[in-house]
């Protein structure tokens, strides 16, 4: 099932690390021979599901092994199709290795079926050796303040990434973008892709595969010419990547700004040097653009606010969104005494925020307010053993806790944070279990031959990877035409079009 979101974490960016996966594609282990055949399911076909899928493949290859990839809309990858902004297209190219995991002859795709509905979890385990869960958030956590269900444009993160990465019925977004201001809650890389994207030029977006609609809405009605990114923590806990901010930096004809104050009362040069190399380069590069001249009349800003909390939306009487209140923070800790190597986000999360009260409650105006604050992860089956306070499948190291054959990876495991380093390593450590539980049982089971009859039974139109190579052809071409990579297909039902009736 697909992620219907981003990267959550704030911090989910997928940072392509080829050395990496192919070390844990291409283990050194010697392959398990078992004897049978086993028969895996995973339910998702974002990156989670199909490093996982990569490694048992590999570990796996002599004992004829089957692996089902279930997804909820008709294609492919999750994430990396509905999730990365269309302006990372290196981003995106993880693509091409996990098409060749597909397109591999011992692996079946199962698109437009939904876990849970169509299928359900007992249904899976009783046809294969072992299933995966491997699905994304669905679901967004809220500020909880007043204000936030009562004005229209306020909206969240995950659905403008969705609009602008064409998932189906994302067209439907009500977004308006006629006002000059916007105020994104949050900084990570997600905060950071949706400011890029409101800001840049639109012949450059063009080129991508952004989707019509948001490519048009861009081009005709998006009058917004500052954003401001506000987060509740301060400069040494900003949540995006140094490339994400860099990339900032160097849009045309726009401006970042940071005000020097977040510097004051640090002596930076004794700060970085107890930093973590990567906290320190951020750092060094947040402090350097503060210092930076500010242009007298820049043709758009992007201005990075730290230490605030919103406390409250307001909006006019036509209930529309016209600003925030945010409350001041500061950090409760005397840095000119620091004896301590903060080389962790951990340790300097750890540093206390509290309100400074020498400071007034400050308004931003804005005409649209983005949440980009995170998100949730939900539980798709009752019959799954599910943490609703943590989110999370209750798992140890992967192996779901009470339930015999099922698995999880990915941020169903953990919670929806982390980078794609975290998912390759969720996948390894999943596999490796799974891999050693299949050593101690002995039992063919029917896999596919069980489940494409139930689906039939209940007349439930799946796409397999023929249909799947069908939609991808056809986006391609449309692409071409028009100077695209591709363009992609608006909806399900176009989708099925495609894939089915041939």
Known sequence: MMFHSIKCIQKLRLNYNSSLINKLKYSSKPSLQLGFNPKICIVGS??????????????????????????????????????????????KNVINSFTETLKNKQVNFFGNVSIGTDLKISELLDAYNSVVLAYGSMGDNYLNIPGEK?????????????????????????IDLSGQQAVIIGAGNVAIDVARMLVSPVDKLAQTDISEFALDLFKTKNKIEHVSIVARRGVLNAAFTLKELRELTKLEAVECRLNAENFSEFNLDNLLAK?????????????????????????????LKFLKTPLEILGNDSKQVTGVKFKNNKYNFDFNNLNANFDSDEKLNSIPIVEDKGKNVELMSCSLLVKSIGYKNVNIDSEIPFDKKLGVVLNDKGKVIGKEGLYCTGWIKRGPRGV????????????????????????????AAKISEILRERNVRFVDKNGWDRIDQAEIKRGKEIGKPREKLASIDEMLKVALEH
């Open 46 to 91: 974002g990156p989670a599901a199909l490093y996982t899928a990569q490694y048992l493949l590999k570990n796996l290859n002599s004992n004829n092994i089957r692996i089902d990839v279930f997804e909820k809309l008709p294609v492919p990858f999750g994430l990396v199709r509905y999730g990365v902004a269309p302006d990372h297209q290196d981003v």
């Open 150 to 174: 009562e004005f229209s444009n306020v909206i969240s993160a995950r659905d403008i990434v969705s609009m602008y990465n064409g998932l189906p019925n994302s067209e439907k977004l009500n």
């Open 275 to 303: 930093l973590a190399r990567p906290r320190k380069r951020i750092t060094e590069f947040l402090y350097n653009l503060s210092k930076q001249s500010k242009s007298s009349s820049p043709k758009k800003v992007i201005e």
């Open 420 to 447: 794609i380093v975290d998912t390759t390593s969720d996948a390894y450590e999943t596999a490796q279990k799974l891999y050693a539980d299949l050593a101690n049982i002995n039992l063919e089971k029917p896999g």
